[in-house]
Every structure is written in structure tokens, then in C-alpha cells.
């Protein structure tokens, strides 16, 4: 039996977008769905009950992180990183490219893997294929994720077109170094920049070789929302109707809706969890800075639509009060609200395909949201 199964339920007649179940060791996942960002095993200043109660049914953490700290082999005596954490639900990792790119320095690509020093103590240290597979098998993540290189953005085609045969010869030197394929799923990421011929060579390429799922990689690097959408446009119809398809480090509210509506059913991004914590929120209206001046006196709730732990109990005078005050709680409080903004959001748009109306809620969405942007 594999480790991770979709289950198609239902595409919204209006839009592209599918209702379905991802099945994995620890747990299903309902999608389209948003996954928390826990870099370093913990979702910042969120407790596993707190993630629970929020309806959290997956979340992230990093191959590059936790083999940097602790060590993937403390993590590994410890049990693996869901007793490590205490989350007892389905955990994906990514593979740690993405992040030596984006993280460290004196970093050098060969066909063997990457030569890096680590961000925290200058330290030399080398990731490849077979190293990002014993780091996530040591973590014991229900989702793995293939050592790839994301291209910079722009990036010359001959560059890209190097980089995406590279990475699909690091995918098969992942499959081969795959150790326990009934417990834990390998998904592979696409690549080819914002060339579609690429994509394209990338997708063939990949979907050749029966990955359990796949990753849209290569986005969200620093090009327009709008030619992010034209490439999903024509990616994604490259990829299997049968198996999960993630995207990379998207996670604005726009970006999770237009990313659905062409068929994705799997997102991550630092977004809320970072803004939060300089005081920036995510409401029904758009996004509100909850530490400027202008609610020094607003009694009212974050967002009155809302019915999180924070809207239900704490007003945006008080929310600013201890975000000026540099108060932890405060950092909780907007996080908290945040993630339950996103994790709702996207039930919202699971309850849309249900009722084959996903375009209508995409435009009520926007109707109400970014009235404070302006
Ligand atoms: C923000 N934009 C973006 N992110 C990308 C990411 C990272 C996705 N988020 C992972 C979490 C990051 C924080 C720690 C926990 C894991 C990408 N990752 C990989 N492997 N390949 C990409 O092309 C790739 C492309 C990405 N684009
Ligand atoms: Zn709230």
C-alpha cells in the first residue's frame, strides 16, 4: 500500500478547481488546502493544540533547518519528528534546495549536490539527493520532498533548461536512495522557469518516472502574480488528475484562490505567520496593520468576521497595545488570528467547489478584501 493515496471527490463545475482527500500515515488532508510553516519543528509561538483547534491538518518543516539544528540524528533517536514536536497529523518536508539558495552563502552547485556554509556558524556542509532523502527519512515526514535547485529569478533559458535536466536526474537519484516507500511519500518538483517549453520538458520528464505526487517549484521567486497564473495555466494540466499537486511558497489569500481555481490542491507560505509578527493581519477587508496609531482606540474585534480564539476575545486597541509593548502575546494573538484567516479561507473554498461556485466566491472575496489596501 502507498504512503500517500489522493482521492478525487469532485471538480467545480464553474472553475478548474477539485475537491479531494490526500490519505497519508498519520492522517487525511482535505484540499485545497493551506499548510502551516513549522521551520524549525515548531509553528511559531503555536501550540500542537492550538494548530488542532484551528483545524490545521498538515504542516511543514525543512530538510535545511533541522539538519543545520538539532541534527537530523537527535531527531531521529528522538523518534522522529512527530514525537520530536508533538503533532500526531501528517508532516511534509521540504528537501532543503530551496532553502541553501535562499539562506546561506559560499554556496557551490555540482552535479553531486550543493557545497554550502551553514547560515548560523559559517560551518561547511554538503546536501545531495542522497543526503536530503536520509535527513527526511530520519525525520520520518508522511511527505517528502525531491532535493531540486529552483532557478533564480529572471533567469537565461539555457540556465534553466541545465537546471531542470539536473534536477530531474537528482529525482531519480532520490527514488533509488527512497527507503521506505510504504511509509512515506516522495513527491517531485517541477521546474522550468517561466519557460513553457521547459515546464513542459520538466513535467514529461517527471511524470514519467510515477511519483506518488507533484510539485509546482520555480514560483513565487519574484515575477508578477500574473505570470505565476499564466504558468499554472499550462502546467498543471501537465500533471496527473489522479495525484496531489502542490505549490511552492504561495500562500497570499489572491494567489491561494487563483491557484486553486487552476487546479491546485496544495499550498505553503511563511506569509502569515511572518507579518503577524510585525503586526500586520490578515481580515475579511483586506490586510490591517493592527499597530498603527488609528486603533490606539478601536474596542472593536480584529476582524468582526471572524470567530477565532483572538476576534472572539481581544480588541484591536489591546492587540496594538502589545505588539507596541514588543509582548509575546501579542505575537501569539496575531499568528493565532492569521492562520485561522488562511485555514478558513480555504474551507470556504473547499464549501465553493462542494456547490460548484468557486468563481462567485473568488469575486465576493475580492469585492470585501483590499478596501484597506487603498
Ligand atoms: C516563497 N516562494 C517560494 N518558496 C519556495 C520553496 C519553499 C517552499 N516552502 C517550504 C517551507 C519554507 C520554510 C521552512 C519550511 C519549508 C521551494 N522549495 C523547493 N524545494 N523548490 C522550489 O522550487 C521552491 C520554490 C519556492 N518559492
Ligand atoms: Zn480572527
Given amino acids: 500500500m502507498a504512503a500517500i493515496t489522493y482521492e478525487h471527490i469532485k471538480t467545480c463545475k464553474q472553475s478548474g478547481a477539485r475537491l479531494g482527500r490526500v490519505h497519508t500515515p498519520h492522517g487525511i488532508i482535505e484540499t485545497p488546502t493551506f499548510m502551516p510553516v513549522g521551520t524549525q519543528a515548531t509553528v511559531k509561538t503555536m501550540a500542537p493544540e492550538e494548530l488542532k483547534q484551528m483545524d490545521a491538518q498538515i504542516i511543514l518543516s525543512n530538510?535545511?533547518?533541522l539538519f543545520l539544528r538539532p541534527g537530523h540524528d537527535i531527531v531521529r533517536e528522538a523518534g522522529g519528528l512527530h514525537k520530536f514536536m508533538n503533532w500526531d497529523r501528517p508532516i511534509l518536508t521540504d528537501s532543503g534546495g530551496f532553502?541553501?539558495?535562499?539562506?546561506?552563502?559560499m554556496r557551490k552547485i555540482t552535479e553531486e549536490g550543493v557545497h554550502f556554509r551553514s547560515h548560523l556558524n559559517g560551518d561547511k556542509k554538503f546536501l545531495s539527493p542522497e543526503v536530503a532523502m536520509e535527513v527526511q527519512n530520519a525525520l520520518g515526514s508522511d511527505i517528502m520532498m525531491a532535493f531540486d535547485e529552483c532557478p533564480p529569478y529572471p533567469a537565461e533559458y539555457d540556465y534553466v533548461k541545465k537546471s531542470l535536466e539536473r534536477t530531474?536526474?537528482?529525482a531519480e537519484r532520490c527514488l533509488k536512495a527512497h527507503a521506505r516507500p510504504e511509509d512515506q511519500g516522495l513527491f517531485a518538483i517541477v521546474q522550468g522557469g517561466m519557460y513553457e517549453d521547459l515546464r513542459r520538458q520538466s513535467a514529461a520528464d517527471l511524470t514519467s518516472m510515477d511519483f506518488p505526487g507533484y510539485a509546482i517549484g520555480g514560483l513565487s521567486v519574484?515575477?508578477?502574480k500574473q505570470i505565476m497564473y499564466d504558468v499554472l495555466d499550462y502546467t498543471v494540466p501537465l500533471l496527473p488528475q489522479n495525484k496531489p499537486r502542490y505549490l511552492m511558497g504561495v500562500g497570499s489569500p489572491d494567489a491561494l484562490l487563483e491557484g486553486a481555481i487552476r487546479g491546485v490542491d496544495m499550498f505553503d507560505c511563511v506569509l502569515p505567520t511572518r507579518i503577524a509578527r510585525n503586526g500586520t493581519t490578515m481580515t475579511s477587508q483586506g490586510r490591517l496593520v493592527v499597530r498603527n496609531a488609528q486603533y490606539a482606540r478601536d474596542f472593536g474585534p480584529l476582524d468582526p468576521e471572524c470567530n477565532c480564539y483572538t476576534c472572539r476575545n481581544y480588541s484591536r486597541a489591546y492587540l496594538r497595545h502589545l505588539i507596541k509593548a514588543d509582548e509575546t502575546f501579542g505575537l501569539r494573538l496575531t499568528t493565532y488570528h492569521?492562520?485561522?484567516f488562511l485555514l478558513d479561507l480555504m474551507r470556504k473554498v473547499r464549501e465553493a467547489i462542494r456547490e460548484d461556485r468557486?468563481?462567485?466566491?473568488?469575486d465576493e472575496f475580492f469585492a470585501q478584501y483590499g478596501l484597506y489596501d487603498n
Fill in 168 to 170: 530531474t536526474r537528482w
Fill in 358 to 362: 468557486l468563481l462567485d466566491f473568488r
Fill in 338 to 340: 492569521n492562520l485561522q
Fill in 63 to 65: 530538510t535545511y533547518h
Fill in 222 to 224: 519574484g515575477e508578477s
Fill in 99 to 105: 532553502q541553501v539558495f535562499s539562506l546561506s552563502d
